[in-house]
Each structure stands twice: as C-alpha cells, then as structure tokens.
C-alpha cells in the first residue's frame, strides 16, 4: 500500500474518541442552556454514541454481505458526518440526543471497519505494527479535538460541533485513496466459501472480555479526574484537564512502540498492561500530590495504550482468515460496551468497597484490573500455541 492509502484507514481512526470523550469539555454549557434536562440526559451525550456503536457494530457482517466495505464505510461517513454537525441546532436535549445516536450509527460503521480493513491488508508482523498506529492515531485525536473542543466551548456550546467537520477530510481520503476490498483471487479458488464451513475459535471472546476490561477501568480516569483533583485541592477543571491529556499522551507513545513490546513479551504481554494500569490506579487512589497524580496518570496511561492493539491483533490472529472481520468485531463490540458501562461498574464497586468518594471509583479500577490479569493467565495457558 502506498502512504496515501494507510493514511485514508488511519484517518478512520482519528475520528473514533472524537465521537465520545471528546466532548466533555461542552457538557457544563449543554446543562447551563438545557437547564430542565436531567444530568442523566445530560451525560448521555458523550456515551449514547458508543450505546449505539454495539448493534451496529455486530451487524457490519451482515452490511458487507451486500455493500462494499469502502461503500460502506462511506455511508458511515456520512451518517457520522450530518449527525455531528447538526448537534449545533438541536432546540432541546431530545432532538440532540437524537442528532448523537445518527453520529452513533456512523461511527458504528467506520470505527470497526477501520480496525477490519487492518484485518485485511496488514499481517504478521505488519499487522501488529499498524494496529498499534491506528491506537495512537485515536489518542491523537481524542488530544487534539479535546483542545479544539475546549476552544470553541469558549466561543459558545453549540460552537464545539464544529470539531465533527473533520469527518469531511477523512470522507475525501476514503473516496480518493482507499482501496476497494481486498481478495486474494488464488484464495478465494482454492479455498472456495469456507466461512460457513469453518467454525469460529470461541477463544477470541477472551481477548473481547481483556478489552471490555481495559476500557471500564481506564475511562475511571476522564470521568473522575475533575473531582480528584478538587479532593486534593490541586486545582480545578483545566488541571484535571491537562491530566488527562498527558495520561493520554502516554497511551499515545506506548501505542507507537507496541510493535517492538509484543515483540519481546509476546503473549506475556497482556500481564504488564494490566499490572501497569493496576499500578497507575493504586498511586492515584492513595497520592496527594501532583507529582505522583501524574505519575499515577502515566502508569494508566502506558498500560491502556497496548490494550485494544493487543486485543486485536491476538483474536484477529487466533481466527481463520475468514472470519477475521467477525473476530475484530466483536472485539469493538467489548471495546463500546466497556466504555458505556464503565462509569455503572466503577460505581457498583466502589459502594461495594464502601467507598463514597473519588477514590471508590479508582479503587474500584484497582479490581477490574485483577479480573484482567486472570484473564490474561488464562489467555497465555490456553493458547500458549500461537504465534505472533
């Protein structure tokens, strides 16, 4: 592939945090305007997207039996696209989570599919490398739109829309320089339709449920580091902000550098993600200072930002080829579920803890990230046989 054509599927995964996270910075000028709405309501505008993205997501399979998964992503674009933009006119809250669960379907489409496309041009090794870029392409822009939407809060809520517009610049890049789908003419006489003949590996839902994990614990850090930060008295929302942002900044870094760390730890891997992420929450939940909140930020960061290329590139590898699109899939599917169900978790756990403050939240990370590791033991006995 030439440098346009990887550009055009790592554009797809520029816009994915986009979607969602991006647009916390907007929430306090949605609630100010829309005064009656519930915060219930309120919230529902950064996670409704990724809601919808699970149905969605499970039904791609069916879609690329009939268009095209360039037509198809197309569509998305588009549907991504009109229900960004005209977020910025909704009259009341219904008619916004309306426009969101429009972008919800849009991004249902293009953010698997631009994991399933790396499925289908990239292997081995090459694979493991673009998955990781693609990861650090989706915290590139959750940093980069975080700051535009912070910008344009500042000029009025319906302001901070206009960040979705960047949909149209990956619209162009997938018209013009994206492949059609990939086939392997000699495959496809040779092996015939083997998909209906060849059963799915069921292990790949362990790598689905390592994601899930992955995401419940780390979105502790975007949804709680406002109030932590306050608890502390280390400052207020630009603080907690910039937090954040170098939390994901690491995520960025550790992403890049995946190729080279699976690498050296292979299946082991899994283990210094969550051990990683373990050690981040533990120093967040118990520092007090801002040194060791950011270093705690770090941890987190570094750990979270191997965990979807991980989860994909081992269940992608552990299918036949023909179920590849399937595999990856589903493991979006874990990836928008853990997200939308995070915040719900942490605080089951944290009153299970009997942890009334900010800190039940992060402890409560503390034990997803258990969960995590034993998964990951089961991960690395059960298929101690395959080969990255």
């Known amino acids: 592939m030439n440098k346009m054509q990887k550009l055009s599927i790592l554009s797809l995964s520029f816009i994915s945090l986009i979607a969602t996270a991006a647009m916390a910075p907007a929430l306090n ?31 791609n399979k069916a879609f690329m039996k009939f268009i095209s998964k360039k037509n198809l992503i197309i569509i998305g674009l588009l549907l991504y696209t009109i229900g960004g933009l005209s977020s910025s006119l909704s009259p009341n809250i219904y008619v916004l989570l309306f426009t969101k669960v429009i972008l919800g379907l849009g991004l249902g489409v293009t953010a698997p599919l631009s994991l399933v496309l790396i499925g289908d041009f990239f292997h081995g090794k090459e694979r493991a490398k673009f998955m990781g870029f693609a990861t650090a392409t989706t ?81 502790a850090i975007p949804t709680n580091m406002d109030f932590l930060v306050k608890l502390r008295n280390l400052g207020g929302a630009s603080t907690a902000a910039n937090i954040v942002s170098i939390g994901t900044l690491t995520s960025l870094i550790s992403a890049m550098i995946f190729p080279k760390l699976i690498k050296i730890f292979k299946r082991y891997f899994s283990l210094i993600i969550f051990i990683s992420m373990f050690l981040g929450f533990i120093i967040l939940g118990t520092s007090h200072s ?79 990230c258990i969960v995590a590791l034993l998964v990951s033991i089961y991960a690395i006995i059960s298929d101690r046989k395959l080969v990255i």
């Open 290 to 368: 801002m040194p060791m909140i950011l270093l705690g930020a770090i941890f987190v960061g570094f750990g979270f930002g191997d965990v979807i290329p991980f989860g994909m590139l081992f269940a992608s590898n552990l299918v036949h080829k023909t179920h590849t699109a399937l595999a990856i899939l589903i493991v979006t599917t874990g990836l928008y579920f853990g997200e939308f169900v995070s915040p719900l978790i942490l605080q089951f756990l944290s009153k299970t803890l009997n942890i009334q403050n900010v800190t039940g939240s992060l402890f409560g990370a503390c034990i997803v």
């Open 29 to 59: 000028g949605i609630q100010s305007h829309f005064i009656n709405a519930p915060e219930t309501l309120i919230k529902l505008v950064v996670t409704l997207p990724a809601l919808i993205c699970i149905p969605i997501g499970l039904l």
């Open 139 to 219: 915290n590139l822009g959750g940093i980069i739109s975080t700051l535009f939407v912070g910008f344009l809060v500042s000029l009025g809520w319906r302001y901070s829309f206009l960040v979705y517009a960047v949909a149209i610049i990956v619209l162009f890049l997938i018209v013009f320089f994206l492949p059609n789908d990939y086939e392997n003419n000699e495959e496809k006489l040779s092996t015939g339709n083997l998909e209906e003949d060849i059963k799915l590996n069921k292990g790949i839902f362990k790598y689905a449920i390592l994601v899930f994990l992955g995401l419940i614990a780390f979105y």
